[in-house]
């Protein structure tokens, strides 16, 4: 193994550090803070990436007085839970006009709350509609406390260019989460962890026959019950927000429950993930968390790039000394590198812990 390349474990733990630094450098030490824009769907990097923010402001001594997903938002509530204190805005690859919701809500706070500071925590950027940037940039001018974290250099130096707000590079709050333990025994050799959405660059069409194919947002029979789970606990959550809003006197226990109803809620959600990806020996992925938590978990991979090449700045950004990781171009590609890997793996060649 080259001295320059990174064992997994070091390489988490080394990016677990360089997100606590980049909070305390935006957040003061045991602030009390709204979190806002919870991820109430089966992707599962983005409940990955509310719990290490979550750990993360655990490590900082810091308070979550209010939480929401962008659907069960209420501007008077939040108000009252959190006065003048920081917002904090979930991380992820939303920023931009490609899933619209998300967007609209960040831009709906930044207009609510023009008084408190607001962090965007680490994203990606990707405007596609020039209208939407100027949109955008209209809401921020606004705003005169309001500071981005971009996840990789490619968003950073984007955001540089078209945003005049105050911009930061952090890794993606999935990082938060530190090193993990495979949940399962792997099953088959290599699992193909590949998108199906609009963010996807085609890759399933050239799948080798037979291949192990799957995607965060396959539920299949095995998720029976974690889907059965995740349907009470959003019952829950449903009635802790209506509780919430027709007695505001009584809110703060409210959100208490409601905040470890989310935990349970994104910790299923995850946990799922993590065995789906304990599955492969290897895994080959375009799907940025699947490169992630793969190197949480400690598992060799090979990574191809999704459609706005988040992932190649990531890898560029933060993980291409990582000893497990490959990078690759196409199919083809990926199962040479695969190749290769498999035989640094076997020979214990930057492997250790």
């Known amino acids: ?3 320059a390349a990174q064992t997994p474990r070091g390489l988490v733990r080394s990016l677990q550090a360089t997100i606590d630094d980049c909070i305390g450098a935006c957040i003061p030490a045991g602030s009390r803070v709204a979190h806002v824009g919870f991820p109430n769907h089966w992707n599962t990097g983005d409940p990955a990436i509310w719990l ?10 810091c308070s979550v007085a209010y939480q929401c997903a962008w659907q069960d938002y209420d501007r008077e509530l939040m108000a009252r839970q959190i006065g003048a204190n920081p917002i904090l805005i979930a991380g992820g690859g939303n920023l931009g006009d490609l899933w619209p919701n998300h967007q609209l809500f960040r831009e709906r706070i930044l207009a609510e709350f023009p008084e408190n500071p607001i962090i965007q925590l680490p994203q990606s950027l990707c405007f596609e509609q020039e ?3 100027d949109r955008f940039r209209a809401v921020c001018a606004r705003h005169p406390r309001f500071h981005i974290l971009l996840r990789e ?3 950073l130096a984007s ?8 911009v930061s590079l952090c890794p993606d709050m999935a990082f938060g989460l530190g090193v993990l333990e495979r949940p399962d025994v792997p099953t088959a050799d290599i699992l193909w962890l590949l998108r199906s959405d609009k963010e996807s660059r085609g890759a399933l069409r050239d799948l080798p026959s037979g291949s192990v194919r799957r995607d965060w947002l396959d539920l299949g029979v095995e998720d029976a019950d974690a889907q059965r789970n995740a349907e009470e606990l959003n019952a829950r959550i449903q009635g802790f927000v209506g509780a919430a809003r027709d007695w505001p006197a009584r809110a703060t226990p ?6 470890e109803a989310y935990e ?4 299923l959600r995850v946990d799922r993930g993590l065995r789906l990806l304990s599955r492969g020996r290897m895994i080959v992925t375009d799907r940025l968390h699947g490169h992630i938590l793969g190197l949480c978990l400690g598992i060799p991979q090979v990574v191809l790039d999704n459609s706005y090449r988040k992932i190649s700045s990531t890898f560029e950004t933060w993980t291409a000394l990582s000893a497990i990781t490959r990078w690759a171009d196409s199919i083809e590609q990926s199962m040479s590198q695969c190749q290769a890997l498999a035989g640094a793996v076997e020979s214990d060649e930057g492997i250790s812990p």
Request: proline fraction near 3%; charge should be positive; glycine fraction near 6%.
């Open 1 to 3: 193994m080259s001295s």
């Open 52 to 61: 290490g923010t979550q750990a993360a402001l655990a490590r900082r001594g």
């Open 131 to 133: 209208q939407n940037l």
């Open 153 to 155: 250099r490619r968003s």
């Open 159 to 166: 955001a540089e260019e078209l945003l005049d707000v105050p």
């Open 254 to 259: 409210v959100f208490s429950a409601l905040a």
């Open 264 to 267: 349970a809620l994104a910790r």
